[in-house]
């Protein structure tokens, strides 16, 4: 029996059973982790809103013996990136983020790095009036920082959708949805 506390930034979520959720959350210290989140599709759930899309938060989980995956007993958001969330094309944007550090980061293996560029990434999205070029140099980061270092000197001549699709291995879904954000 262990508890433990992390600082993550939620990336993916998808629904478990009638009240659990399964939390995609790239972290500070372990990396990209996946945590299930029980009862907070509940109407009294306390912890609801702190483990929404985008939040930044803190998470005290429980792992166990038996526990296939940690599970959040407590939760609290320490930012919540209320300017993109405000924003339907931003929305898209940190969305589209999101699905690339999913796909390229491997699962519990920190990358402290990556977790701060996301987070001043998002910080910066808030704020920013120029989204694409911000993009672009999120992308071109984060590929520096995982160590794809061809590809991102291809991101200068290239397009970028091309690239990343490329090393993901599949076609990017955030990106057949973007046209309708606009």
């Known amino acids: 029996m262990r508890t433990y506390k992390i ?5 993916k979520r998808r629904n478990l059973g009638e009240a659990d959720r399964v939390l995609t959350v790239l972290s500070r ?13 509940r109407i ?13 938060s803190q ?3 429980y792992s166990g013996d038996k526990t296939f995956m940690p599970i959040v007993t407590e939760a609290q958001t320490l ?6 969330k405000n924003n339907l094309q931003k929305i898209g944007y940190a969305y589209y983020i999101c699905e690339l550090i999913n796909g390229l980061c491997a699962d519990n293996q920190e990358n402290r790095s990556v ?6 990434t998002l910080s910066e999205l808030a704020q920013s009036l120029d989204c694409a070029s911000l993009i672009k140099r999120f992308e ?3 590929l520096k920082e995982l160590g794809f270092w061809s590809e991102a000197r291809l991101l200068e001549n290239q397009d970028s959708r091309i690239i990343m699709e ?6 990017i879904k955030t990106l057949r949805v973007m046209p309708l954000f606009a």
């Not at 600082?7 to 990336?11: K, T, W």
């Not at 210290?29 to 599709?41: L, M």
């Open 59 to 61: 998470f005290t989980l």
């Open 166 to 171: 490329r090393l993901l291995e599949r076609k």
């Open 115 to 120: 977790f701060y560029h996301l987070k001043s």
């Open 44 to 56: 009294p759930s306390r912890r609801s809103s702190h483990v929404e899309l985008l939040n930044h």
């Open 140 to 142: 071109k980061n984060l």
């Open 29 to 41: 210290d372990s990396g990209k982790i996946s945590i299930k989140a029980p009862g907070v599709r």
């Open 79 to 84: 930012e919540d990136f209320s300017g993109v």
């Open 7 to 11: 600082e993550g930034i939620v990336l």
